[in-house]
């Protein structure tokens, strides 16, 4: 919403700064996006008057002009323009001025001649020829009138505006005018509203002679009110009212188009006239669209309009779509006699829905969208028709036509004022709500323990129902000023504050992998079709059940991820691109799957990318295994080869809990990487972290600690290739021995010299224990002999000399 | 006699202060005091003599074999702090190279710290954790919160469908029906999540980012006790020096409804480019719960009352840490990440 100052000032006594306006205003509820200038950017620009003019010295082009601004001494400015002259007015820029593009003017020498400024063209301070006749001659700006010397250019010109854009929250319609919002700046700056005042101007003849209308839907057009002017003299508007459109970004085109778009500004409320000789038997119907009816618009396009679309039409055809735009066979031009003046309430909602559906919104549309009021819509026609008289326009024509199905009668709620004082932890008193809701032009008045509030017409946000209490103490807060409510801290019930289980052991899973040296990725949740090939997902894989948006920013980002593996590919490939090479990586993030009639499936993952030199597969593994170990059931997890087409086929694997698959890792496959461009080996898992959580071990009890020495013992095995660790590992824990075996671990596998082919030696590390003794020579060497034999009957393994 | 046995003593004396190594210390000791040490010569030659010499020799000898057992005890230890000391040495370190680590460091996400900040200063003041789905119904997202589908402020948020009932959700608010229509009240609710809005992605803009929702039910919960709430939140994030500001807005889901600024910890309010001059930057939105949303969740609003906010973590986030442009929290660079 743009409130030029000077427009404010037509209702409300200015008494502050412009910054500290836009603080009040703040306190209101209203946030102002910035102070425009009416001439935005220039500064230290005034008009001088060319005393004398003599050659350059130097140059053929250029002339010296002594420059009076009003200052002790004249000046000495340098310019190539031709059309200057002795007792010129001129907008001089003085050292330091900034003009239109940025552009600061200094003290420069030219060709051995000191210039301390510039003579600026209209052009050069941002004007076009509507601002000021002569400012896009090419040459300089030459004033018109006299001003006094030294007056900045601003003033002098009239272009001295500054103008407030201030940002509407949806609830207040009434604000997006120029009256609604200084009934609010009114309020915030403790001055009295000057309401405005409409004369109504008495028509002569008898409109039913010149026009008529009928509402066939009056539940999408609740008013239409209209009138007639005749003997329309088409100019151009004044220019104070060409200025102030100008101010709030509008372009001035006529007089009778101006009108409209003033009072659009003003009163806020769209209207539109129509050349009423193009309107047959001068009859307004207001009726749904028929099927296949086409109406050509202002613009000059032609729109399909569809039945659910309200038309502006005449016995035989459509001049317009209501609320959104006039017709191009209704438009008023030069030659236009008759207009009628078309003041409308639509609702909203269906003119949201034929916007969307036309693909096209318009200023007026968007007004009718954010609600406008039907009380609202009779005023805007009287002030269009008064100004027409003021501006002497045309004839306007008998009574106003006024189809009316709108209840306009007064509202009145009962607000319970001690509930509003509850709301807001205040304890005002009734009267004093009173008098600041009458601040606002709210009247209300103490009746027992309610507040009976008048609600105005042009508050359509304040409701009747349940919400009025909640409305008013909305009201009462900003106006007593929600600064002036000291906070406090909840009291009632004491609570014991938690974090739940599933977040707790996500931190849990975050912090110990951050121990293993990872990073924390967030990527988005986006994918598309190209990336779910890219991965070699089969069809038919659950991981192919994408959500689909319906309004995605493109292909590539129209499905919901499934896995979080592309994305993490994507943050790879560009830190890869930006060369860092060594990193390891994991991100917890939802997945989706459409599965489901209801809402997606929603799984909560967690990736792992390690990439580097010093990376594998089982430094991988190892970090996995860090996660299980910390939820106690790395005991209880066994892995087996397995995994998705885009692992690398023998370098990939599943990861079971109790035997539920719950993830699974690997080195990704190298067509992969190559549609990623990613040149090096990537070893990436994913795991199912409500699966997970599943099997997660129990609380842990204290075990004793070994009173008797554990004894190490070493083995060396050759077996064939085909003999798993994990085989080697069970028989070795499960050999029928009378001492306990623990810590079996893989220290070394080793192929090459020494070793058939197809064969390959592993070596163990692991201690035999007793609980109640230690362990003699004998038991040991019996138990050595077991676990061998076990090994080689098991597995074919021999001992390794 | 006599004589000789103090010749050995100055003699041994002098070569113990010539003496450097453990070893010649030893053998020292042995030519002197050993079995055939030159102390134990003159001992074994007193026989030859009368009992009164016997005597006499036999006391003086034992005082110089005892002088030199202390002396070369003494020198013993010299030596052996000596030896340390040349170990100490050799074995010296430079001890500003780096140091060595079997892993890199890893880190958090910043977004991820700042996502703990936040909910463990309100875990504090007694709230849940609760949550609800990403991709959720309109009817949770829009209607239930008082956003019927023809409210215009629906336009205030561009919204992903997945079809005519379901979509991203744009805020974490959804929660707050969830909650309402599933936790018995009085209750105190914190709800993180991710939500989507159709925002071009620039340096302030993500289609993605993660919101934290409060939301507190009770019997009596006032305006008053919201600002309070969140002056105690901030001070925990932001640190006590820091300054709110409470400025009323609108949301169709609470009313009266309030922004909160911060003073900007950037230029401590003095006005810089991340506040665009004005010393304070936008965080939260909040209100007291609108009643039809209570009424719409089945609670009475003249019996339940609720106060809610909803807090950006990335932008919090971006705050904390300086971060000037939110597109870093998503491109996942190492060379960010690793500096958290």
Redesign the interface.
């Known amino acids: 919403m743009k409130l030029p100052l000077s427009w404010l000032k037509e209702y409300v006594e200015w008494n502050v700064t412009p910054e500290e306006f836009v603080e009040r205003m ?4 209203f ?1 102002t996006a910035g102070i425009l200038e009416e001439m935005p950017g220039i500064s230290g620009v005034v008009v001088g008057r060319i005393d004398a003019l003599a050659k350059h010295p130097n140059a053929d082009k250029l002339q010296i002009c002594t420059i009076d601004v009003g200052g002790e001494a004249p000046l000495c400015i340098i310019t190539g323009a031709t059309n200057v002259f002795e007792g010129a007015l001129v907008p001089v820029a003085l050292d330091g001025a900034k003009l239109a593009g940025g552009i600061t003017i200094q003290t420069t020498n030219m060709r051995g001649v000191e210039s301390c400024g510039m003579l600026c063209s209209g052009k050069e301070l941002g004007l076009t020829e509507a601002d000021y006749p002569g400012a896009e001659y090419n040459g300089i700006m030459i004033l018109k009138e006299a001003h006094p010397l030294g007056q900045p250019i601003q003033t002098a010109i009239g272009m001295d505006d500054i103008i407030f854009d201030i940002e509407l ?5 009434d604000c997006q005018s120029i009256i609604g919002i200084c009934r609010e700046a009114a309020a915030a700056l403790g001055q009295k509203f000057q309401e405005p005042k409409i004369r109504p101007v008495a028509g002569v003849g008898n409109t039913a002679d010149y026009a008529s209308v009928t509402v066939e839907n009056s539940e999408l057009c609740p008013r239409y009110a209209a009138r007639v002017v005749t003997d329309l003299v088409i100019e151009p508007s004044p220019k104070w009212m060409q200025r102030r459109l100008r101010a709030v970004g509008m372009r001035p085109i006529n007089n009778i188009v101006d009108i409209t778009n003033y009072v659009l500004v003003e009163y806020g409320h769209p209207m539109h006239a129509f050349d009423l000789a193009c309107v047959a038997d001068g009859h307004i119907v207001v009726r749904n669209a028929y099927e296949n009816e086409k109406v050509i618009t202002l613009d000059g396009k032609e729109r399909a309009v569809t039945p659910d679309m309200l038309l502006i039409a005449d016995p035989e055809k459509g001049v317009g779509i209501a609320g959104v735009m006039g017709g191009e066979n209704s438009e008023i031009t030069e030659h236009t006699k008759a207009t009628l003046f078309e003041a409308a309430a639509f609702k ?2 269906n003119i ?1 829905a034929t916007t969307r559906k036309l693909r096209h919104v318009t200023d007026a549309a968007a007004r009718f ?3 406008v009021e039907p009380v609202n819509a009779y005023l805007a026609l009287e002030r269009a028709i008064e100004l027409v008289d003021d501006l002497h326009a045309g004839k306007v024509i008998g009574e106003p036509i006024d189809v009316c199905a709108a209840d306009v009668s007064e509202r009145v709620i009962d607000v319970d004022y001690a509930h509003v004082n ?4 205040t304890d005002l008193a009734p009267e004093r709500m009173v008098e600041m809701l009458g601040t606002i032009n709210i009247q209300a008045e103490v009746c027992g323990d309610k507040l009976r509030v008048r609600v105005p017409h042009f508050r359509t946000d304040i409701e009747s129902g ?2 009025a ?3 008013i ?2 009201e009462v ?2 106006i007593y000023g ?2 002036n ?16 289980e ?2 707790k052991d996500e ?1 849990t899973i ?2 110990t ?14 994918t598309g079709p190209a990336a779910l090939d890219a991965l070699r997902i089969p069809e038919g894989d659950e991981k192919r059940l994408a ?7 493109g292909e590539d980002q129209s499905l ?1 991820r499934t896995t979080l593996l592309a994305g993490v590919l994507d ?1 790879l490939a ?2 890869f691109s ?1 060369k ?1 090479h ?4 994991f991100e917890v ?2 997945i ?1 799957l459409d599965n489901n009639p209801d ?2 499936e ?1 799984r909560k993952m967690l990736a792992l990318a390690f990439s580097g030199e010093d990376e594998n597969f089982f430094t991988l593994k190892g970090s996995i295994e860090a996660v299980l170990e910390t939820f106690n059931m790395l005991e209880r997890c066994t892995v087996e080869p397995g995994g998705g087409e885009y692992f690398q086929p023998g370098q990939k694997a599943l990861l079971r809990a109790d035997g539920e698959v719950v993830g699974e890792f690997g080195a990704i496959h190298p067509k992969v990487q190559k549609a990623w461009d990613i040149p090096q080996r990537v070893y990436y898992a994913e795991i199912n972290v409500e699966k997970l959580r599943a099997h997660k071990g129990g609380k842990r009890n204290y075990e004793p600690l070994p009173r008797f020495p554990k004894v190490p013992r070493d083995i060396a095995i050759v077996v064939a290739e085909t003999v798993t660790a994990a085989a080697v590992k069970e028989a070795i824990q499960k050999a029928p021995i009378e001492v306990a075996v623990g810590d079996v671990e893989l220290f070394d596998v080793y192929r090459g010299a020494g070793i058939p082919k197809g064969k390959k030696s592993m070596a163990y590390s692991f201690t035999l224990s007793a609980a109640d003794h230690t362990l003699k020579d004998d038991e040991i060497q019996k138990a050595m002999q077991c676990i061998i034999e076990t090994l080689a009957s098991q597995l074919g393994a021999q001992l390794r000399a | 006699m006599d004589e000789a046995l103090q010749r050995i003593k100055q003699e041994t004396l002098a070569r113990l202060k010539e003496v450097r190594e453990e070893k010649e210390l030893e053998a020292l000791n042995v030519s002197v005091l050993g079995r055939n040490g030159a102390l134990t010569e003159i001992l074994r030659g007193m026989g030859k003599l009368d009992k009164e010499q016997r005597a006499k020799l036999g006391q003086a000898s034992n005082a110089v074999k005892k002088e030199l057992e202390e002396a070369i005890g003494a020198r013993r230890e010299e030596i052996a702090e000596m030896m340390l000391e040349r170990r100490f040495a050799e074995e010296a370190l430079d001890v500003t190279e780096p140091g060595k680590r079997r ?7 910043p ?2 710290k700042t996502y ?1 900040e936040i ?1 463990d200063a ?10 609800g ?5 309109d009817d949770y997202n829009f209607t239930k919160l008082n956003l019927p ?2 409210h ?2 629906r ?2 948020q561009d919204t ?4 005519d009932r ?1 979509v ?1 959700r744009t805020h974490t608010s959804p929660c707050e029906a969830r909650a309402l229509l599933n936790v018995k009240p ?3 609710l914190v709800m ?1 999540g ?1 939500v ?1 809005r ?1 925002d ?1 992605v620039d340096a302030s803009h993500s ?2 980012f993660m919101q934290m929702e409060g939301f ?1 039910v ?8 919201l ?6 939140f901030v001070h925990a994030v932001f640190g006590e020096e820091v300054r709110t ?6 949301f169709p889901f609470t ?4 922004e909160v600024d911060i003073s900007c910890s950037i230029c401590g309010g003095k006005g810089c480019r991340v506040c665009k001059g004005t010393g304070w930057i936008e965080i939260l939105g909040c209100g ?1 719960t ?3 949303e209570l ?1 719409n969740c089945g609670l009475d ?1 003249r019996e339940w ?1 609720a106060i809610a906010f909803g807090i950006g973590v990335d932008r919090v986030t971006s705050l904390k840490y300086g971060i000037t442009d939110i597109r870093l ?7 960010f ?2 500096q958290f």
Not at chain 1, 547 to 553: G, Q
Not at chain 1, 582 to 585: M, S, V
Not at chain 2, 245 to 250: D, E, G, M, Q
């Open positions: 703040m306190w209101r509820g946030e929250t949806p609830n207040r319609a909203g909602s949201r969208i954010k609600g509850r709301i807001l932890s349940i919400e209490d909640w409305d103490a909305e807060g900003r929600y600064d409510i000291p906070p406090t801290l909840m009291r009632g019930n004491t609570f014991r504050g938690r974090i739940g599933d977040l931190d975050k912090d992998l951050v121990a293993q040296g990872c990073c924390e990725m967030y990527n988005y949740n986006f959500v689909k948006l319906l309004n995605p920013f919901m943050s560009r830190n930006r860092t060594q990193a390891r990586f993030g939802n989706h809402l997606p929603e | 892993l890199p460091a890893g880190h958090l996400h977004m991820t703990r909910r309100l875990i504090g003041m007694g709230f849940t954790t609760f949550g789905p990403e991709i959720e119904y589908l023809d215009p402020a336009d205030m992903f469908y997945v079809n379901v991203l009085p209750f105190r993180p991710r989507f159709v071009e289609p993605v507190v009770d019997r009596e919960i006032t305006l008053a006790d600002k309070g709430t969140l002056d105690t500001r409470f400025r009323p807005s609108y009313e009266p409804s309030a007291v609108n009643p039809h009424e609003p009352k929290e998503y491109e996942n660079d190492a060379r990440l690793r």
